[in-house]
């Protein structure tokens, strides 16, 4: 009796096939490139974190991506009541708001200092407290530059009475708003510096050893359903097994 290998090519399964086996291996080489992506900003971050802290006036004139996660020091003192607050920020599963307030340099100017978190109502009826700080200070903490532009549904208005609520942060906006010079990119402060709130600055959100293995999963997912298809779609399996399939032709 001999044997041969043959293929039934039911059209669902090959078109079902046909669309989603690229899709999961796409997904597979998105995760891969995402862990790339991810350690070259941690490697960034960890240059950036051997500097010493420079004086923000000085740095003014510097390229966005050489002055991401750069230390830095400032002096002044933060303006009364005069709060941005970066709205649907979440930290440990609990929604707030992120405190972002206006900061007059001593060498003139001003600066956003990002001061953290604060517990905000998610109905949106009563504006976080935040509490002041008075007099002169000293701060430590490091620029923040956004990867690119926030996406937003519509444009975002930024006036009316403090604190002004934020959908994302959009630096000539608030510039314009405030009529005044502003530092191009927010200041993250230190924990403990004065004025910090709950301060939890996350560089990368995913390790990219995680999008490593979720790459694994996209890649075995992938190999699962073409090995699937191929014994739906051959008598394989019984010539693996030592039998013609069904429709063989016999001698």
Same mark, same amino acid.
């Given at each position: 009796m001999a044997t041969r290998?043959?293929?039934?090519?039911?059209?669902?399964?090959?078109?079902?096939?046909? =669309? &989603?086996? +690229? &899709?999961?291996?796409?997904?597979?080489?998105? !995760? /891969?490139? $995402? %862990?790339?992506?991810? %350690?070259?900003?941690? #490697?960034?971050?960890?240059?950036? !974190?051997?500097? +010493? +802290?420079?004086? &923000?006036?000085?740095l003014r004139d510097e390229e966005g991506v050489a002055l991401a996660y750069r230390p830095v020091v400032l002096?002044? $003192?933060?303006? %009364?009541?005069?709060?941005? *607050? /970066?709205?649907?920020?979440? *930290?440990? @599963? $609990?929604?707030?708001?992120? =405190? &972002?307030?206006?900061?007059? /340099?001593?060498?003139? @100017?001003?600066?956003l200092v990002n001061r953290g978190w604060v517990p905000a109502d998610a109905s949106r009826r009563v504006l976080p407290q935040v509490p002041e700080v008075r007099g002169e200070v000293r701060l430590? @903490? !490091? *620029?923040? =530059?956004?990867? @690119?532009?926030?996406?937003?549904?519509?444009?975002? %208005?930024?006036?009316? +009475?403090?604190? $002004?609520?934020? !959908?994302? =942060?959009?630096?000539?906006?608030? #510039?314009e708003s405030l009529g005044a010079t502003l530092f191009p990119y927010e200041v993250r402060i230190d924990e403990g510096q004065p004025g910090a709130l709950a301060v939890d600055w996350q560089v990368i959100n995913i390790s990219p050893a995680k999008h490593r293995a979720y790459s694994v999963q996209w890649f075995t997912m992938a190999a699962v359903l073409a090995l699937v298809y191929l014994l739906r779609s051959t008598n394989l399996w019984q010539l693996a097994r030592g039998r013609a399939g069904p429709g063989a032709d016999s001698e």
């Open positions: 290998l043959e293929f039934d090519f039911e059209w669902r399964i090959t078109l079902f096939t046909l =669309v &989603l086996l +690229p &899709l999961l291996i796409s997904l597979g080489f998105w !995760q /891969l490139q $995402r %862990a790339q992506e991810k %350690a070259v900003l941690a #490697a960034a971050f960890e240059r950036q !974190q051997t500097l +010493p +802290p420079g004086p &923000l006036a000085g002096q002044g $003192r933060y303006r %009364a009541g005069e709060h941005f *607050l /970066l709205d649907n920020r979440m *930290l440990e @599963g $609990r929604f707030g708001n992120e =405190v &972002l307030t206006v900061f007059e /340099l001593a060498s003139g @100017g001003l600066a430590t @903490g !490091q *620029l923040y =530059v956004p990867p @690119g532009e926030p996406y937003l549904l519509a444009d975002e %208005a930024i006036a009316g +009475p403090w604190p $002004r609520r934020l !959908q994302a =942060v959009e630096m000539d906006k608030i #510039a």
